[in-house]
């Protein structure tokens, strides 16, 4: 988010700041001084579109739209060094953690993402463990003398899908494709 964003008073979202802060409570972002702190420590600073401070300065702002679309969401991988260094004690790992299920209950989950989330419906593993893969799988566990891989009870994971939500995101983030 290197360019500027134009934006008029009426496009912005002036409920979100607080939304988000209703939802932290005392780990607001509202305490944030916009020291950079956060982004200077962040592993992952330099292959975001927008560094730590940046989306908070963005949730401040009511870019709503802007933050729940940006790919630095999913690209954190929540190390907790930001929050750890910030002078304010602003849980950035935290709100990180509300904006993902924010953006995921609009059906904005990242292919990478739902794309594992089916799979693990479908067959109760991250990595389908299927024909050929098995085939190699089990013949290295033989050799090894291991016992052969037991798939995981499909009721029960169908059952935490259920409960959770998740079969429906996985719908939204279908439609949304």
Same mark, same amino acid.
């Given at each position: ?67 729940? +679309?940006?790919?630095? %969401? ?9 929050? =750890?260094?910030?002078? /304010? &004690?602003? @849980? ?23 794309? +594992?989330?089916?799979? %693990? ?9 299927? =024909?050929?893969?098995? /085939? &190699?799988? @089990? ?39």
């Amino acid at each position: 988010m290197s360019q500027r964003l134009r934006k008029q008073a009426v496009e912005l979202d002036k409920n979100f700041r607080y939304e988000i802060s209703q939802k932290i409570g005392a780990k607001s972002l509202l305490k944030c001084i916009q020291c950079g702190v956060c982004s200077s420590g962040c592993t992952v600073t330099e292959y975001v579109d927008l560094q730590p401070h940046r989306i908070v300065a963005s949730c401040l702002l009511g870019l709503k739209e802007e933050v729940l +679309s940006s790919q630095a %969401i999913w690209t954190c991988s929540l190390c907790h060094r930001c929050t =750890e260094r910030c002078p /304010k &004690n602003v @849980d950035y790992s935290f709100i990180l953690a509300l904006l993902r299920s924010m953006a995921a209950q609009e059906g904005r989950i990242p292919k990478e993402y739902s794309s +594992s989330v089916i799979t %693990i419906l479908e067959n109760g593993f991250v990595i389908p463990y299927s =024909e050929g893969m098995k /085939k &190699n799988i @089990d013949k290295r566990r033989a050799r090894l003398g291991l016992p052969e891989i037991s798939g995981p009870n499909q009721n029960e994971i169908e059952f935490i899908y259920e409960e959770t939500g998740l079969k429906e995101l996985i719908k939204k983030t279908e439609v949304g494709k």
